[in-house]
């Protein structure tokens, strides 16, 4: 929520056995955006007041951007202009009591701050808004365009859209969809390989659309080869 104003990522005792069961890769879950794990046991009514602080991590600036988690990896963008990950399971780079966690790599946006965009996760790769109206795309293992001590990445690819970017992307197919404050949706080669070239590459979209005559802070839902997203007017169906 925008008013929500946190420097650090604190996750729940019994949140590793979690992440074990089901990855989190995008904001609402999946494309659909449900907001529902139905394959979550770990955590239940009989035990969810139980749960205690596991670790916590410090970034540079506030957070907006809600978490997501792939592969063992939890990704979340911070308004110093990077995307942070760490270890899911506060294991690798924590230590303490109370146990505090450093990144295992980030990802510089340059002078762009995430704002309230969350990272989505697809084949290998972390994706995230920012507020000069890109959309970035990093490798999820922090290997790709990574270098340093501590480790920094950057993008292996973006985009131009017509203003910031608060919409967190959604990805089906091998597409990511994103809306910008241009009061537009668009669609984007996920590979970053059509309509993509240059270097650093720079991506042009396979298609965008009009919402409404304002700006898209809603983030796309897919289902059924129908792409829904709030604008200034409505609900609108692609």
Same mark, same amino acid.
């Given at each position: 929520m925008r008013g929500r104003r946190l420097r650090a990522v604190a996750l729940v005792g019994g949140l590793a056995l979690v992440l074990a069961g089901c990855d989190w890769p995008m904001f609402g879950y999946g494309p659909a955006h449900t907001r529902d794990n139905s394959h979550e046991t770990a955590v239940s009514v009989s035990n969810v007041g139980t749960l205690t602080q596991k670790w916590t991590a410090a970034t540079g600036g506030q957070i907006y951007s809600?978490?997501?988690?792939?592969?063992?990896?939890?990704?979340v963008g911070s308004e110093d202009g990077h995307l942070y990950a760490f270890?899911?399971?506060?294991t690798t780079g924590c230590s303490g009591s109370p146990k505090k966690c450093s990144p295992l790599w980030k990802g510089s946006m340059g002078a762009a701050t995430p704002g309230h965009?969350?990272?989505? @996760?697809?084949?290998g790769t !972390?994706?995230? +808004? $920012? =507020?000069? %109206?890109?959309?970035y795309a990093f490798d999820a293992t922090g290997t790709a365009g990574c270098s340093g001590s501590p480790k920094v990445c950057v993008p292996r690819w973006t985009d131009t859209t017509?203003?910031?970017?608060?919409s967190s992307p959604t990805i089906v197919g091998g597409v990511v969809?994103?809306?910008?404050?241009?009061?537009?949706?668009?669609?984007?080669?996920?590979?970053?390989?059509?309509?993509?070239?240059?270097?650093?590459?720079?991506?042009?979209?396979?298609?965008?659309?009009?919402?409404?005559?304002?700006?898209v802070e809603s983030s796309p839902a @897919?289902?059924?080869?129908? !792409?829904?997203? +709030? $604008? =200034?007017? %409505?609900?609108?169906?692609?």
């Open positions: 809600s978490p997501s988690v792939a592969s063992g990896t939890v990704f270890d899911a399971t506060g965009s969350s990272p989505a @996760v697809a084949n !972390v994706f995230i +808004g $920012g =507020s000069d %109206g890109r959309l017509g203003g910031f970017i608060y969809y994103v809306g910008s404050n241009d009061g537009r949706l668009y669609a984007f080669d996920a590979a970053g390989t059509t309509g993509c070239s240059g270097s650093p590459k720079v991506c042009t979209p396979l298609w965008s659309a009009q919402a409404g005559t304002g700006t @897919v289902v059924g080869g129908t !792409v829904y997203v +709030g $604008g =200034s007017g %409505g609900l609108y169906a692609f």
